[in-house]
């Protein structure tokens, strides 16, 4: 494995690391379930997608690439619904004037 | 080494946190993220079915069962008469737990050294079993007789779920809809999700049998999408006196019940497979019996028939 | 040395279980901590099934495979008592108990 995919790959899951991070400090310091909802899944979903990108250059085979992509697109999906599923309970009557 | 280290902390702070919540829906959300966490350790712990099977079971479903049940309960109780342990119960029951800890610990510690280990039998024999995952070699070869009751004991722990439903609630269907109308994104994920979720399941079921997988865990998921799909409201529930929930429900335990009993003409012992078809006869029970089990895992996790809530 | 650590790890989890059930007055509670309970004495079958690593293998299979039995059933038996407590919680409340927790 050459140096310079091993730091590409370190840098970018150091990188999703801190998105989640972020995502967390997020969720526990905004005021509105709404705003947490926001923090959580944009960070959430960068962050996966970094840590993902940096497992796909240590990826054993183009299958395995494929099944980390295929992860990250599963988490994007779930996060997506389960956020606009807890806005509406949070909001029922839908975006404010 | 310190992974490990920070996951088992991890791993402990969470089950503190279940255990020291003081809402229950917080406790049920700080087990389901135990349950994912435990994955983790037993892929540390090199077994991976285990940890697709903890993952899968031990914390989505039973997850999805503790959170509907806490939000029924939170539903219908009077938030006032909760009484509270006094301080002796505690710091006994506190004594206690670390007595019982305690004891473990030293167990952990006095393992015998070389640890006895049926590995090298289980690497024996799996050539003739023509299956590459050893631990489905265990479960469906070596220990098939403990899978069969498993299976069940599943069928009967649903037998005992719906004896609980009133009489004048039998015949209804499982209505797994919520008070409100399922939001349309719900409807729109389970369209797309549904139709992966199955090929996920049957592809981790087919390659258990060289690779960590299996049945239990394919048709875990294959119970999920169900799931999903009926409270989605893109299958209306079935009534459980139909005869062909029946027929599902039972073929798999039936199939292996005939197969085992064959195995005193094939090969002379109860679910003994005949050498050369070892491999074929093991697929003839699995296929069935995932059927089964999906069926039965969703319907645990639907519970007993009754009318729709307010 | 993991399987030690895994083990000690096991025996703080069912301790915290056993506490769990035994201080909580609410069932529901009480069914979490058990399932605590349950997952720590499966880590203690991990832990052992790794030590007994051999042959190629990563671990002994005959461990890990009774502990998938056994979160089967495990799931099985949360679900019939959650069956059980729903209804006498509405059994309960129809009746007009107080409920009982």
């Keep these: ?97 | 080494m310190s992974f490990d280290i920070g996951l088992t902390l991890l791993v402990l702070a969470v089950a503190a946190w279940t255990i020291a919540a003081r809402e229950t829906f917080v406790a049920v959300v700080g087990f389901v993220a135990y349950g994912l966490l435990l994955a983790f350790v037993w892929v540390r712990l090199a077994a991976p079915d285990v940890a697709l099977t903890e993952a899968a079971l031990g914390s989505g479903l039973t997850g999805g069962l503790l959170i509907g049940a806490s939000s029924r309960l939170r539903r219908s109780q009077s938030p006032a008469a909760e009484e509270a342990p006094g301080v002796v119960l505690k710091a006994a029951a506190a004594v206690l737990s670390i007595l019982v800890s305690a004891g473990l610990a030293a167990i952990v510690l006095l393992l015998p050294d070389p640890a006895p280990t049926l590995a090298p039998q289980a690497a024996a024999s799996i050539a003739a079993t023509g299956l590459g995952n050893p631990v489905t070699a265990v479960l469906m070869a070596y220990r098939a007789i403990d899978t069969l009751l498993e299976i069940v004991v599943l069928l009967l722990a649903l037998v005992g779920i719906w004896s609980l439903a009133p009489d004048r609630d039998w015949g209804r269907r499982l209505d797994r809809r919520g008070s409100t109308d399922p939001v349309s994104v719900l409807t729109f994920v389970a369209q797309l999700l549904v139709p992966v979720g199955i090929i996920v399941g049957i592809h981790i079921f087919w390659v258990g049998s060289v690779a960590p997988g299996g049945e239990f865990q394919g048709a875990t998921i294959l119970a999920t999408m169900w799931t999903l799909a009926s409270m989605a409201g893109l299958v209306s529930a079935a009534a459980v006196t139909r005869r062909w929930l029946r027929l599902v429900l039972t073929i798999g335990p039936a199939v292996f019940l005939a197969i085992g009993l064959a195995g005193f003409a094939l090969a002379g012992a109860f679910l003994a497979y005949p050498k050369s078809h070892a491999k074929l006869m093991i697929l003839v029970i699995e296929i069935p019996v995932t059927l089964s089990i999906a069926a039965t895992l969703a319907l645990l996790v639907a519970g007993p028939p009754e009318r729709a809530r307010q | 040395m993991t399987a030690t650590l895994y083990g000690f790890c096991a025996a703080v989890l069912v301790g915290l279980g056993l506490f769990g059930l035994i201080v909580h007055p609410q069932p529901l509670r009480k069914i979490l901590a058990f399932n605590l309970i349950g997952g720590g004495v499966f880590l203690l079958f991990g832990a052992v099934a790794r030590r007994g690593a051999a042959a190629g293998f990563g671990g002994d299979p005959v461990p890990q495979a009774l502990v998938i039995t056994g979160l089967v059933v495990a799931f099985a038996a949360t679900a019939l008592a959650v069956a059980l407590l729903l209804r006498l919680t509405g059994a309960a409340r129809q009746a007009g108990l107080r409920s009982d927790g």
């Design chain 1, 1 to 97: 494995m050459s140096l310079v995919l091993n730091v590409l790959s370190v840098l970018a899951v150091c990188a999703g690391a801190f998105f989640f991070l972020a995502g967390t400090v997020g969720l526990l310091r905004f005021p509105d379930p709404l705003c947490r909802l926001h923090a959580l899944t944009k960070a959430d979903n960068i962050g996966l997608g970094l840590v993902v990108i940096g497992l796909l250059f240590r990826a054993a085979s183009p299958l395995t690439a494929l099944k980390h992509v295929g992860v990250w697109l599963l988490v994007l999906l779930a996060g997506a619904t389960v956020t606009q599923l807890i806005a509406h309970i949070a909001r029922p009557s839908g975006p404010r004037a």
